[in-house]
């Protein structure tokens, strides 16, 4: 397995809607894994293929001891009933702000082996799966943030804040060397 390098905001890739997965192969099972990997030492929730520079309908997610990767994933149905959270992104190191989400979502896709699945998603995981969903379409979590908040946020962003965020990331070793050490 390999680390992938995480994209940042203003990466053009990030406002790309990424294309349907056709082929379910070796090469995307590895991919799948590489995300993981990747998704675990930046110590997110979820990653989406475009984050790390591949435009594949495909994103990866970890909550309560479960974790896996979707792949051609659709929001089938969300509940009325929404959350206003803290939200963050691995493309936005350091950044998080209130967002609002449904509560649940029922969402139908495939396996990285072409399986169909079918899940319904509750809390936490419902907003990890429609934030991903998001990044497949080339919608980032900011552009659900209140006025305010994307205010605050971009000033942050100028400022320089993600740059030295992700360099801060970028510089820790991976998970199992830093429990070497």
């Not at 990424?18 to 998704?39: H, I, K, P, S, Y």
């Not at 435009?55 to 970890?62: N, V």
């Not at 659709?74 to 936005?92: A, I, K, N, R, Y």
């Not at 900011?142 to 100028?158: E, F, N, Q, T, Y």
Request: with cysteine; aromatic share 6%; charged share 35%.
């Amino acid at each position: 397995m390999a680390l992938l390098p995480i994209r940042i905001f203003g990466d053009p890739v990030l406002r790309t809607r990424a294309a349907e997965v056709e082929t379910f192969d070796e090469a995307l099972a590895r991919l799948a894994e590489d995300m993981l990997e990747t998704m675990r030492w930046a110590e997110g929730a979820g990653l989406a293929a475009n984050q790390v520079g591949v435009l594949k309908r495909m994103f990866t997610w970890a909550h309560d001891e479960e974790s896996g990767a979707l792949v051609n994933p659709e929001v089938v149905e969300t509940s009325e009933e929404t959350v206003d959270d803290d939200e963050g992104c691995l493309s936005f190191p350091g950044l998080f702000y209130p967002t609002e989400r449904p509560l649940r979502a029922r969402v139908r896709g495939r396996d990285v082996h072409g399986e169909e699945l079918d899940t319904v998603a509750e809390g936490l995981r419902a907003r990890i799966f429609l934030h991903e969903l998001d990044h497949l379409n080339g919608i980032l979590f900011i552009d659900h943030l209140a006025r305010h908040d994307r205010k605050a946020a971009m000033k942050r962003i100028r400022a320089g804040e993600l740059e030295e965020a992700a360099r801060r990331r970028d510089a820790m070793p991976p998970l199992d060397e830093a429990a070497e050490a």
